[in-house]
T-cell receptor, first 111, second 113 residues
């Protein structure tokens, strides 16, 4: 079992819809959780971080964390074609240096 | 320019050759990292550094060497390149532990033939 798992997609949603991206992780003591966006041929860019159970909202993005279920998700409201990218889930296991990345979910937003 | 820059952006080398990828950041971040990205594997940590002269292994360190004599530079050397090291390499920096605010360079696409 991979330490951080994501559905590779592609996930296709129409413009204006809610895109829901999911991630599960294996280490119960994980402390920090991140979502990065990566456009094709570009470097990853941090868009959300979450550290405690519940929801965290930032503009059109909402990160949701459920430590009991070892599950973190990213919701993108009012999806735009410019949101089309690969979204990487990252989990920091013990607050140290070894952040583990999932393989990413490709999102397509159709105009 | 401020930020984190990698060089070269593209590199083709032959099996067995030594290759050095450069990474330079202007923020004076303490923490720096090297990742490789391969299809189906996501980003995998090769080496990291907490400060000048302090480095440690990540998930996939074999075949790689790093150094950090100055805070702003963190070069990655492939001592004897192999085809399995064909990948996109990303350098990143962070002002604090835990990758809370990791910033990535543009990446270096390395092909070993």
């Amino acid at each position: 079992q991979k330490e951080v798992e994501q559905n590779s997609g592609p996930l296709s949603v129409p413009e204006g819809a809610i895109a829901s991206l999911n991630c599960t992780y294996s280490d119960r003591v994980s402390q920090s959780f991140f979502w990065y966006r990566q456009y094709s041929g570009k470097s990853p860019e941090l868009i959300m971080s979450i550290y405690s159970n519940g929801d965290k909202e930032d503009g059109r993005f909402t990160a949701q964390l459920n430590k009991a279920s070892q599950y973190v998700s990213l919701l993108i409201r009012d999806s735009q074609p410019s949101d089309s990218a690969t979204y990487l889930c990252a989990v920091n296991m013990t607050g140290g240096f070894k952040t583990i990345f999932g393989a990413g979910t490709r999102l397509f937003v159709k105009a | 320019d401020a930020g984190i820059t990698q060089s070269p952006r593209y590199k083709i080398t032959e099996t067995g050759r030594q290759v050095t990828l450069m990474c330079h950041q202007t923020w004076s971040h303490s923490y720096m990292f090297w990742y490789r990205q391969d299809l189906g594997h996501g980003l995998r940590l090769i080496y990291y550094s907490a400060a000048a002269d302090i480095t440690d292994k990540g998930e996939v360190p074999d075949g790689y060497v790093v150094s950090r004599s100055k805070t702003e530079n963190f070069p990655l050397t492939l001592e004897s390149a192999t085809r399995s090291q064909t990948s996109v390499y990303f350098c990143a920096s962070s002002p604090r532990q835990g990758h809370a605010e990791a910033f990535f360079g543009q990446g270096t696409r390395l092909t070993v033939v």
